[in-house]
T-cell receptor
Framework: EAGVAQSPRYKIIEKRQSVAFWCNPI?????LYWYQQILGQGPKLLIQ????????DSQLPKDRFSAERLKGVDSTLKIQPAKLEDSAVYLC???????????????FGQGTRLTVV | RKEVEQDPGPFNVPEGATVAFNCTYS??????FFWYRQDCRKEPKLLMS???SGNEDGRFTAQLNRASQYISLLIRDSKLSDSATYLC????????????FGAGTRLFVKA
C-alpha cells in the first residue's frame, strides 16, 4: 500500500515570499490532516479535512495560511507571506473512516522541511 | 497550560533497563489515547493505542488512568533501537475528532 506522499521535501524561501506544499493521502482515506512541527515540539494541528470539508481549522493562522482539498483527495497548504517563525516541518497525515474515527490510526507523510530566511 | 503534557526528558538509560513515561491530559472529554514514536528527522508512527484495561505489545505496556487523567508507557529490556521521541496523543470528539499531540519525551538508550 502506498503511503502518504508529500512534496517538496525541502524548501528555503525568504520572508514575505509565498510557498505551497502538496499532499496525496493514502487511497480511500477520507480524513486528511496538516500539522506544523517546530523543532523540539510535538506536531500542532493546523487543519483537518473530512473528504473536502473542513472539520477543524481553529489553529490555522488564517491571515497567512490557507489550505484546500477540492476533490476530497489531494490537498495543498499555502503560506503567503511567510515569516521567520514559520520555519518548521509541515506534516500531512491521513486516516481511514472504515475503522471509525475514534481509534483510526493516522499515517504520516515524510513532511516538508521549510526554512524561512 | 497545554492540553497534553509530557516530561521532555531526555531519559538516558542503559541497554536492558526498564523506563516509564507519563503523559497528562486536561480535557476530561478525551476519548482515545495513543503513543506514537518519532525518530530523528522522521515522521511520527503509531506505536500503540492505549485501552482502558491497559495493553501490552511485546516489551511495551501502555496504561490509562481516566480518574487521574494520565497515560503511561513502560518499556522493558530497552534496546538501542528504542532511542527516539515518544509522543503522547489524545483524541476527543468536538463535532469531528480532534487529535492533540504532546511535545514528546526523548529517550536515549546507551550500550
Amino acid at each position: 500500500e502506498a503511503g502518504v506522499a508529500q512534496s517538496p521535501r525541502y524548501k528555503i524561501i525568504e520572508k514575505r515570499q509565498s510557498v505551497a506544499f502538496w499532499c496525496n493521502p493514502i487511497s480511500g482515506h477520507a480524513t486528511l490532516y496538516w500539522y506544523q512541527q517546530i523543532l523540539g515540539q510535538g506536531p500542532k494541528l493546523l487543519i483537518q479535512f473530512q473528504n473536502n470539508g473542513v472539520v477543524d481549522d481553529s489553529q490555522l493562522p488564517k491571515d497567512r495560511f490557507s489550505a484546500e482539498r477540492l476533490k476530497g483527495v489531494d490537498s495543498t497548504l499555502k503560506i503567503q507571506p511567510a515569516k521567520l517563525e514559520d520555519s518548521a516541518v509541515y506534516l500531512c497525515a491521513s486516516s481511514s473512516p472504515l475503522r471509525g474515527q475514534g481509534n483510526s490510526e493516522a499515517f504520516f507523510g515524510q513532511g516538508t522541511r521549510l526554512t524561512v530566511v | 497550560r497545554k492540553e497534553v503534557e509530557q516530561d521532555p526528558g531526555p531519559f538516558n538509560v542503559p541497554e536492558g533497563a526498564t523506563v516509564a513515561f507519563n503523559c497528562t491530559y486536561s480535557n476530561s472529554a478525551s476519548q482515545s489515547f495513543f503513543w506514537y514514536r518519532q525518530d530523528c528527522r522522521k515522521e511520527p508512527k503509531l506505536l500503540m493505542s492505549v485501552y482502558s484495561s491497559g495493553n501490552e505489545d511485546g516489551r511495551f505496556t501502555a496504561q490509562l488512568n481516566r480518574a487521574s487523567q494520565y497515560i503511561s508507557l513502560l518499556i522493558r529490556d530497552s534496546k538501542l533501537s528504542d532511542s527516539a521521541t515518544y509522543l503522547c496523543v489524545v483524541r476527543r470528539n468536538t463535532g469531528g475528532f480532534k487529535t492533540i499531540f504532546g511535545a514528546g519525551t526523548r529517550l536515549f538508550v546507551k550500550a
